[in-house]
């Protein structure tokens, strides 16, 4: 599993969004082994180039947005579902969905969902201002920690005049405006999140 979740880093990345799954499962009730599961599988296609993004999904037919055919690195998170069943026979839809919707998260997450994209978003690797008010937060309330990362993305990359992906953009409308206990502190830094990764 280490040679194909990639390098050292990719790897160790892997393992603390599986452990942050794991713990965020717990405090709300949801099982504990799928979460691990999507967590150490949900980065497979994350060191592909784009040009093998794209080629895996024409192989396989899946047809993507112009928002992935400009930024392919998206489709890992979709091409990663795809890896998890083929090579690891995964067939838990739901986590599969998790890793489908680690990196743009979307408007309708499932609680399994909503653990894995906040573990990957949260864990102690990244160095983003507020992390950890967020992380404390997800444990008690997965919604408010998801309104919380959306905005964070979305405002390092409009400051940035980066595009916000359509599903991200509906996520956000979704989850609606950060309620106050959810804003990360001012001066936020998202560069390793929405990278994506
Ligand atoms: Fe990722
Ligand atoms: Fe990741």
């Known amino acids: 599993m280490r040679a194909d979740i990639g390098q050292q880093q990719r790897y160790a990345h892997s393992v603390r969004v599986a452990r942050i799954a794991e713990l965020l499962a717990r405090a709300h009730g949801e099982n ?3 979460a691990r599961l999507a967590g150490m599988l949900h980065d497979l296609a994350r060191l592909y180039p784009a040009d093998r993004l ?3 999904c024409a192989t396989r037919g899946i047809s993507i947005d112009d928002f992935e055919r400009q930024h392919p690195v998206v489709l890992h998170a979709r091409i990663g579902a795809e890896l998890a069943r083929e090579r690891y026979g995964v067939t838990d839809e739901g986590v599969l969905s998790a890793i489908r919707a680690h990196t743009l998260g ?3 997450m499932s609680r399994l969902d909503a653990v894995v994209f ?3 978003a949260l864990e102690p690797g990244r160095t983003f201002d507020g ?3 967020l992380l404390r937060l997800a444990r008690h309330d997965l919604d408010g920690a998801i309104r919380g990362v959306l905005e964070s993305s979305a405002s390092y990359l409009r400051g940035r005049g980066l595009a916000v992906a359509p599903l991200t ?3 956000l409308a979704r989850y609606g405006a950060p309620g106050a206990d959810a804003i990360p502190p001012n001066g936020t830094r998202m560069e390793d999140h929405f990278c994506p990764t």
Do not use: F, I
Request: charged content about 40%; glycine content about 0%.
């Open 32 to 34: 504990t082994r799928r």
């Open 54 to 56: 794209l080629a895996e």
């Open 106 to 108: 979307s408007p309708d």
């Open 118 to 120: 906040l573990a990957d």
């Open 131 to 133: 992390r950890e008010v």
């Open 169 to 171: 953009t509906a996520a």
